[in-house]
């Protein structure tokens, strides 16, 4: 397995621009999580799905983000209109809920810059 | 709420000094415990967990609840041992989310 697969790696836009992000989690796992990492705020918890169902989006920031996930192997996220402040590394990771506590997996990351 | 909390955001320590990464956490419920570590262009990835009580490329750390910390730590750094290192508590009733602290960046000198 080539682990969580995310698209774009980088991704440069200028402000009020659409960014989509995609993620393919390992096969089998049933919860998926979005994170967001910046300098100054760390890794933050967008939003989480098990069994695709959205779970908790408390984490998302402001009706600009929103996330999908359509079936067992595919989510999006997206930002409509892109924002400067969005600029950040957005990660998807996958887990089996059944399986070790708390071990996530995680993608490589996709690099948005909003200009 | 629950909260996780690294005071320092970066370490810095010559090879073969002791290293102690820091985490508190503030938790309601019995707390899970892990740290996470990023590798210069690797993914993140698991380091250990508290329940199993490991050693992980020489790196311990033990929960204390009278402290609430779970500091990570290692006898003798080593270079390979630089990386961002995250300490994450999970929510057990929650699928598994992770709550992470803002990271120490450990820096090891030759």
């Known amino acids: 397995d080539a682990g969580v697969i995310q698209s774009p790696r980088h991704e440069v836009t200028e402000m009020g621009q659409e960014v989509t992000l995609r993620c393919k989690p390992i096969?089998?796992?049933?919860?998926l999580f979005w994170y967001r990492q910046t300098m100054m705020r760390g890794l933050e918890l967008l939003i989480y799905?098990?069994?695709?169902?959205?779970?908790?989006d408390s984490g998302m920031p402001e009706d600009r983000f929103s996330a999908k996930m359509p079936n067992a192997s595919f989510s999006t996220l997206k930002i409509q209109p892109s924002e400067p402040r969005d600029s950040a590394v957005y990660f998807c990771?996958?887990?089996?809920?059944?399986?070790?506590?708390?071990?996530?997996?995680f993608g490589e990351g996709s690099r948005l810059t909003v200009l | 709420a629950q909260r996780v909390t690294q005071p320092e955001k970066l370490l810095s320590v010559f090879k073969g000094a002791p290293v102690e990464l820091k985490c508190n956490y503030s938790?309601?419920?019995?707390?899970?415990l892990f740290w996470y570590v990023q590798y210069s262009r690797q993914r993140l990835q698991l380091l250990l967990r508290?329940?199993s009580r490991e050693s992980i490329k020489g790196f311990t750390a033990d929960l204390n609840k009278g402290e609430t910390s779970f500091h990570l730590k290692k006898p003798f750094a080593q270079e390979e041992d630089s990386a961002m290192y995250y300490c994450?508590?999970?929510?057990?009733?929650?699928?598994?989310?992770?709550?992470f602290g803002g990271g120490t960046r450990l820096m090891v000198k030759p």
């Open positions: 990771a996958s887990s089996l809920v059944a399986g070790w506590a708390g071990e996530l997996f």
């Open positions: 096969s089998g796992h049933n919860s």
């Open positions: 799905f098990n069994n695709n169902v959205p779970i908790d």
């Open positions: 938790y309601s419920g019995s707390p899970e």
């Open positions: 508290h329940i």
């Open positions: 994450a508590l999970s929510h057990l009733n929650a699928g598994n989310m992770l709550t």
